[in-house]
């Protein structure tokens, strides 16, 4: 971690045990949760790395296949964080995790999508997560609950994605980066 202001280091975080692939701010700014290789993942504390607990809920995932988290996302409200395993194999596929960012209790495992999970975003309420996944399709569902909303379906290896700040306007997804040549601008109401 370093400095916007002048780039010095703050504080380097040493106790993750393979490479790193994603790293989400708790909303106050307190903890960082932080993964990638393997299914550990690190929530800590930001000012002196203190560790109150490492999140292995997808250990299950990773049984016989090496895989990686792809994607962290800490709710709005603080409350929960998210987070997608993509196990490597033939018939692998993703899984999300919704979570307690207090404790790291499983609050909910979502499997809507049949390939990798590549992104993950909650909207401003709270309410819904949004998934993209490699098998061309984005989900909107109801976090808490897992209930689907809807699915998007045609898109290519959507990255990246992002609610408006207010929730009405929708998301933006991004495709894989050698093709992003455009932006999809979703409503989260459509069916």
Known sequence: MWDALDGGNVYIYGSHRDYLSSVCWSPDGKRIASAGGGYEIHVWDQ??????????????????S???????????????????????????????HVWSAQNGSLIRLYRGQIDQIQALS???????????????????????????????????????????PNGSIGFLSIPLISEARSLLLGHPTAT
Do not use: C, F, M
């Open 122 to 164: 909650w909207s401003p309420d709270n309410q819904r997560l949004i998934s993209a996944s490699t098998d061309g399709t984005i989900q909107v569902w109801q976090a808490v609950s897992g209930g689907l909303l809807y699915t998007q379906s045609g898109t290519t290896w959507d990255r990246a994605l992002a609610w408006s």
């Open 47 to 64: 000012t002196d790395g203190g560790n109150p607990y490492i999140y292995r809920g997808h250990s299950s995932d990773s049984e016989q």
């Open 66 to 96: 090496n895989g990686y988290i792809t994607a962290l996302a800490w709710s709005p409200n603080g409350q929960y964080i998210t987070s997608s395993y993509n196990a490597i194999g033939p018939g692998k596929h993703g899984a999300v």
